[in-house]
């Protein structure tokens, strides 16, 4: 018996993951597919699916905003990156944010912190690819309001999973 | 900059991870870093610390059971996988548990499910191995109560990370 209701009893946390690419563009996207593999050094693993724009501009630059997302945001804020390409619409263009010293957006509202990383391996998983990344810089910038796991995401906020997430199920 | 409080941004789900040795021996610790990494087909990946003789009894068969620990778990149930190494101690005798067709120890108190993987590949991080796993077969055990988290484990329970973690730090 395999009964995938399962997977739901593993736990995430809610991020938005951005990247730059060549020309300085910016873009990025929700995802759940962020955790710490090693302490030392220390080692994040980002797993995107290969059709995003984000996925593309990583595989460009090597370079990725990890921001874990806070209990105050609200579906509209978390729909502005997720549910909608980059491809056709600046993400951006009504968020508050600043950029990085190598171009990366950093959101300033809604956001626990940014953890900027550099890519140094990528596993082919077919769907997906699994980046790993080491960490180049980190800052705190509310460390007040907790932040949101995908349960609270589903739960709270009724949020929904799109086609193209790590845990999609057609059900 | 580099902040290394904002790793504990991130959030994660507490597991017990437990295998089987070619000698039908079993032995289980407890971690965070458990994560489904593709949907089609299904994928979960599981980083251990090499040192584990959980991680020894992995290379030797390739069998995996994950058991999401639920909320009403003590810090005594937990303690008794963690902390301790299995090399001189059954983790399992005081517990409430089943063998799988496999030889594979299915916990039936305090977890909400289990999901036994098999492992199709081994990424090498050094510290540290990811396996990435199918999934084989898995069940629901406690639909009611929620899966801890480890914000929930270190917040609720005081709960604290072993030397060996993929999340340790050293103060």
Same mark, same amino acid.
């Given at each position: 018996m395999t009964d995938l209701k399962t997977l739901f009893t593993l736990s995430y946390g809610l991020y938005i993951v951005s990247s730059v690419n060549q020309e300085g563009k910016i873009n990025g996207l929700i995802a759940n597919s962020v955790a710490q593999i090693t302490a030392e050094p220390v080692r994040i693993a980002v797993t995107l699916n290969k059709e995003s724009l984000t996925h593309e501009y990583i595989q460009q630059t090597g370079l990725i905003c990890v921001q874990p997302i806070t209990e105050k945001a609200s579906l509209i804020f978390i729909g502005n990156f997720g549910f909608r390409t980059g491809r056709t619409f600046d %993400?951006?263009? %009504?968020i508050n944010h600043k950029l990085s010293k190598n171009g990366l957006a950093i959101v300033t509202?809604?956001?626990s912190a940014y953890l900027i990383l550099r890519v140094n391996n990528s596993i082919d998983l077919q769907t997906h690819t699994m980046f790993i990344c080491s960490l180049e810089e980190a800052e705190m910038l509310d460390a007040v309001c907790p932040p949101m796991t995908y349960d609270f995401y589903h739960k709270e906020l009724k949020g929904k999973t799109p086609k193209g997430a790590v845990t999609y199920q057609k059900n």
């Open positions: %993400k951006f263009a %009504k509202e809604n956001t």
